[in-house]
């Protein structure tokens, strides 16, 4: 096993319920709640080795590029995909950068709402999840609730505290024909919420 992914297992005691859905080494798009700046290193440490090692976690440039540090650990350890937030243009849409990540056969770990909720509720989702799922449509979509992990760094803290954390992986879906997509964000969502209560 990843000697990083069992430091986290080991430090948060992180147990992943696999509840919709067997960990099957095939290319998925994991969409997660948003409670954290930890939450994509705690999702990725829990898949299987022959899921993690194919599976591309996606981050906001604007945070993980402050600091040698940070950049050093974005890009070299855990090699994620860094979106703008902010200053979207047409040369850095996260969304034509992801569908080529995904080209390439990798999983992605996305965070729908686009920044995070403290309270457990859900926010609205950005319409990224949308197009991906209309220009990959035969890729399932995970929903992944991922539960204390804002206790394990909560915001404006830099230093982690060993916290019991779950992730909790729920029933795939597909974008259906004909779905708009508001119709789709909103049963994303609602897959989502199901998820937690599992």
Known sequence: MNPIASTLQLFTGVQARWMGCAPEPTQRIYFANHTSHFDFLVLWSVLPDKLRCNTTAVAAKDYWMKGPFRKWLAL??????????????????PV???KAVLDRGSSLIIFPEGTR????????FKSGIYHLARSRSDVDLVPTFL????RVL??????????????????????????????FLNRAR?????CAKL
């Not at 909720?117 to 609205?124: G, I």
């Open 96 to 98: 034509v950068q992801l």
């Open 154 to 183: 909560p915001k404006g803290e830099f230093i982690p505290l060993p916290m019991l954390c779950s992730v909790t992986f729920g029933t795939p879906i597909r974008l259906q024909p004909k779905e708009t997509k508001e119709e």
């Open 117 to 124: 909720s403290f309270d457990r509720q859900l926010h609205e």
């Open 190 to 194: 609602l897959a989502l919420e199901e």
């Open 147 to 150: 539960d204390n992990c804002n």
């Open 76 to 93: 070299k350890v855990f090699k994620v995909a860094l979106i703008e937030r902010e200053n979207v243009t047409r040369k850095n849409n």
